[in-house]
């Protein structure tokens, strides 16, 4: 085990490079804590301000992750789970393992791109040219105009991942405080992990995020909130009207930080939308991903933002560079205003919510309660706790998401809930998995 005494150097730089030194020998791993400031700095016999901008140059180069009274650890660059796949539990290989955790879209409720492509084509877009496919422009105004606190600027981004990590970047430096639901949607937390911000959980009940846990996010300093007001994942919580003006009512106080609402579900969820952001906010962004209902692969995000956030982003989406395809654009716009297409939307809609409430009524059949919620999947609860709930399972060909891999805080209490994904199930699976659901999730 390194000992924080073969850590050496004089200056901040010095300090700063044999720390990267031990991290790139292995000395120091993944989730070691370095020693706090003041023990450094004394035993190097150098003042406090010099470890302090030691630490934060190894911030600044993602080597370390600054967790306030908690300390300073190095960072965990290591893949964490993603939302799409599973690779715990059963072999993926194999032709007897069913995957209900990757939270995919139905293939056959994704409408057919061909006549899309055959729309988009066309127009050569040069460098140069606005960044925002005109069209797509006019659509989306109107799509947002209802559901935002006042005037907005529009851009587009290669999916709400890149959104929301776009959006971060421009108004948050590392070491910095996001609030994130708790539990979390898996690419937010990635985001936040890797762009060496310090994450503040904010608790989630039934109707969404709570006014307590975001009271006490803001007054641990965040400078940044991600909120998912429907079908959030992965509880399938919606924000209702009076759960929404309770949060607008605790960040009145705060106009100033950054709100991001990632509305992912928008066409394809059965609660009306309400937004947590009030009038006279000064920091906001509206997220909608494309990717539920016309498809992941897309990869096209709107965003509608107040003057000042939208005037940043544009610095990270400029023309000839970093901008999204035209021709995606336009494929998107094809989907969005096509009669067939919306049809579709429509019906998988449906689809969505009819059998995740057969599943719940199946569950509930064997006396097991569960929420339907909104959403491509539907977050149960176990008797035991769900790691090991998902491991009997997988012995009987089921690939399920625990609960803890959607949890932010580390060595907290295990998950007793899973999340699973239906759609693929045939009538006798479903009757099968809730059976093996039931024997393996220790209930009592």
């Known amino acids: 085990m390194t000992h924080h005494t073969d850590i050496t ?54 080597l370390v992750v600054g967790q306030g009274r908690a300390g300073t650890r190095v960072a965990d660059l290591s893949p964490g789970p993603q939302d799409g796949y599973a690779t715990d539990g059963a072999d993926d290989t194999s032709a007897h393992v069913v995957d209900l955790a990757s939270g995919n879209p139905l293939p056959e409720l994704i409408p057919d791109v061909r ?10 877009v040069l460098y140069g040219e606005p960044v925002v496919d005109a069209g797509l422009a006019q659509w989306a105004r109107e799509w947002f105009a209802p559901d935002v606190p006042g005037a907005f600027e529009l851009s587009v981004t290669s999916g709400a991942v890149d959104a929301i990590e776009r959006l971060l970047a421009q108004s948050l430096m590392r070491d910095d405080a996001v609030g994130l639901e708790d539990p979390c949607f898996l690419a937010s937390q990635q985001t936040v992990r890797l762009g060496g911000y310090r994450t503040v959980p904010i608790a989630v009940d039934e109707r969404g995020m709570t006014p307590d846990g975001l009271r006490a996010a803001l007054e641990a300093g965040v400078r940044a909130v991600v ?58 962004a509206l997220v909608r991903s494309l990717s539920k209902f016309i498809g992941p692969d897309i990869c096209v995000a709107l965003v509608a933002s107040d003057r000042e956030t939208a005037s940043r982003l544009a610095l990270r989406l400029s023309p000839g560079t970093t901008w999204v395809s035209h021709l995606l654009q336009r494929i998107a716009l094809a989907q969005l205003t096509d009669m067939d297409a919306r049809a579709l939307i429509e019906r998988a809609a449906g689809v969505y919510a009819d059998n995740n409430e057969a599943f719940v009524r199946a569950l509930a059949g064997h006396g097991v309660e569960a929420l339907a919620g909104d959403g491509i999947s539907v977050w149960v609860p176990v008797g035991a706790p769900a790691a090991e709930v998902a491991s009997r399972l997988a012995h009987h060909g089921w690939t399920v998401r625990p609960g803890d891999e959607f949890g932010l805080t580390e060595g907290g209490p295990a998950s007793h809930h899973i999340r699973v994904t239906v759609h693929e199930l045939s009538e006798p699976q479903l009757e099968g998995f809730v059976a093996d659901l039931v024997m393996a999730g220790g209930y009592a």
Not at 253 to 261: K, S
């Open 9 to 62: 150097g004089q200056s901040a730089s010095d300090i700063a490079d044999s720390v990267r030194t031990l991290i790139d020998r292995g000395h120091l791993r993944p989730g070691d804590l370095l020693p706090p400031v003041r023990t450094l700095a004394r035993d190097l016999g150098v003042n406090r301000n010099t470890t302090v901008a030691a630490y934060r140059l190894l911030a600044t180069s993602g």
């Open 115 to 124: 006549p899309a492509l055959t729309a988009a084509a066309g127009h050569t």
């Open 227 to 284: 909120c998912t007001p429907r079908a959030q994942n992965p509880t399938g919580a919606s924000i209702d009207a009076e759960r929404a003006q309770q949060l607008r009512e605790v960040l009145a106080d705060h106009p100033y930080v950054l709100v991001i609402e990632d509305d992912y579900y928008s066409l394809l969820s059965r609660v009306p939308f309400e937004s947590i952001v009030g009038p006279e906010h000064q920091r906001w």
